[in-house]
């Protein structure tokens, strides 16, 4: 009995070999003039455009959020200096991976002359010896390692390794990087998807690229999903709606435009919150900005006014805990950003208030405006030369510390003796501060 073989359908066979990769692979940048972002690194006569035109290959480690371009620039630099280029990802590869990455770029050096990139991504993922399996081959010019990873290396990366490398740290995309690497892809027919006549409404071109968070890649895939999802007119032509976005996103859009009524709204909410002691609040409407793409770094800033506006001397250790929290998050960036920046909220919105420090300055402000520029007194002014001595300037003067810190002696112009801006609450620190100036207002009194 003669069994037949089954003949090949054809149509599986099409759609084998014409299977598209996602938008985001086939709009990887070719070389440094379709690249998008990182113009401090790829700019002109900036450190990766000078490697590139001067043919100049050292090993490089790239640290930076996802899809901003790593694996990209990677290639570019490949490309440019004609080196064959292994890429691999250590979370898939071992030991042994290496062993034969080592021998084949041995083998392309002898035969072929050509020197060999091995990119490693995620490269943070090996340990110790995986690491230590490349320092002999780096430091021979066996290979030239390019590294990326998400995390800092100096924490991540063996020192060895790390000093064999020059480290360059690649930034968040911004939203207007985005859109450009968006509407590249929109008219790109080649490899893009220039050939389905698709236009996108503002409002879900401007959604795709604040939800995507910087990433490249997230805003490229979630475009053609977009597309896909859009059926076409009696022309052939497809409009991309925010409720289309939505869809292929998965995600809605928050009312909230930063440029707008309701960016001031929820900035407004929030402040309140924090000022009404309501932590549960003030952080709703913290989430509410950054899922709606919000600058964590404006966030940031609003929290370290507010901490000596609304905190002030109630608790001075308001003010050092939100600028550290600016730098924390400056140095974690998101996605983990937002763990200290509600550390933050939540501690500002349970400390004890005082705006004292505040309505003081205001009420100066008032009397310098009205009095204009009043004379120092001579006793306060500085003498830096003779001739002020002799006119009188600094004398008199009682120095502080000669008095165990405190003495009595006049500091405001003639014209303001008596005012008092500076009224403490009974609030936390202030009440200390308040008992103090009481304490040195009676000693002053007594020696009247």
């Known amino acids: 009995m003669t069994i037949k073989k089954p003949k090949k359908d054809l149509f599986d066979t099409q759609t084998i070999t014409t299977k598209k990769p996602p938008l985001a692979d086939r709009m990887r940048p070719q070389n440094l003039r379709e690249f998008v972002g990182q113009e401090h690194l790829v700019g002109s006569n900036k450190i990766l455009r000078r490697l590139v035109e001067n043919k100049e290959l050292i090993s490089l480690l790239f640290w930076g959020p996802p899809g901003v371009g790593k694996t990209t620039l990677a290639s570019i630099i490949a490309q440019a200096m004609d080196a064959h280029f292994v890429a691999f990802s250590a979370v898939l590869s071992g030991i042994k991976d290496i062993r034969t990455v080592i021998e084949e770029a041995k083998d392309q050096l002898k035969?072929?002359?050509?020197?060999?990139?091995?990119?490693?991504?995620?490269?943070?993922?090996?340990?110790?010896?995986?690491?230590?399996?490349?320092?002999?081959?780096?430091?021979?010019?066996?290979?030239?390692?390019?590294?990326?990873?998400?995390?800092?290396?100096?924490?991540?990366?063996?020192?060895?390794?790390?000093?064999?490398?020059?480290?360059?740290?690649?930034?968040?995309?911004?939203?207007?990087?985005?859109?450009?690497?968006?509407?590249?892809?929109?008219?790109?027919?080649e490899r893009g998807i220039g050939n389905l006549k698709v236009e996108v409404q503002d409002n879900a071109f401007d959604f795709i690229a604040r939800l995507s968070h910087g990433d490249a890649r997230v805003a490229l895939n979630t475009l053609e999903a977009s597309a896909m999802l859009t059926k076409p007119d009696q022309g052939g032509n497809r409009t991309v709606t925010l409720e289309i976005a939505q869809e292929a996103m998965q995600r809605k859009a928050l009312l909230y435009d930063k440029g707008g009524e309701e960016h001031y709204n929820v900035i407004s909410a929030f402040i309140k919150s924090m000022r009404g002691s309501d932590p549960d609040a003030a952080l709703y409407w913290l989430a509410r900005m950054l899922d709606a793409g919000e600058d964590p770094l404006f966030v940031a800033r609003r929290m370290v006014i507010f901490a000596s506006e609304d905190v002030g001397n109630a608790d001075p250790h308001a003010l050092q805990l939100a600028v550290a929290t600016k730098d924390a998050f400056d140095f974690v960036g998101m996605p983990e950003g937002w763990i200290p920046l509600a550390q933050c909220v939540t501690y500002l919105a349970c400390a004890p208030k005082s705006n004292a420090a505040y309505m003081a300055y205001l009420e100066a402000l008032e009397d310098v405006k009205e009095k204009g520029a009043l004379a120092v007194p001579f006793h306060i002014r500085n003498a830096p030369t003779p001739l002020m001595k002799d006119l009188g300037y600094g004398m008199g003067y009682k120095y502080p510390h000669s008095f165990g810190g405190y003495v009595e002696q006049a500091y405001m112009p003639d014209e303001l003796q008596g005012r008092e801006y500076y009224k403490p609450t009974d609030n936390g620190f202030d009440k200390v501060m308040k008992e103090r100036l009481a304490l040195h207002k009676k000693e002053r009194n007594t020696s009247k």
Do not use: W
């Open 111 to 189: 035969y072929y002359n050509k020197k060999t990139i091995l990119f490693v991504d995620e490269i943070h993922r090996f340990n110790k010896a995986q690491q230590d399996a490349f320092l002999h081959h780096v430091e021979d010019g066996t290979i030239t390692l390019i590294g990326a990873t998400t995390e800092n290396p100096s924490f991540e990366v063996n020192a060895p390794l790390l000093s064999r490398c020059k480290v360059l740290v690649l930034e968040q995309l911004t939203e207007d990087h985005l859109k450009t690497i968006m509407t590249n892809a929109l008219s790109d027919k």
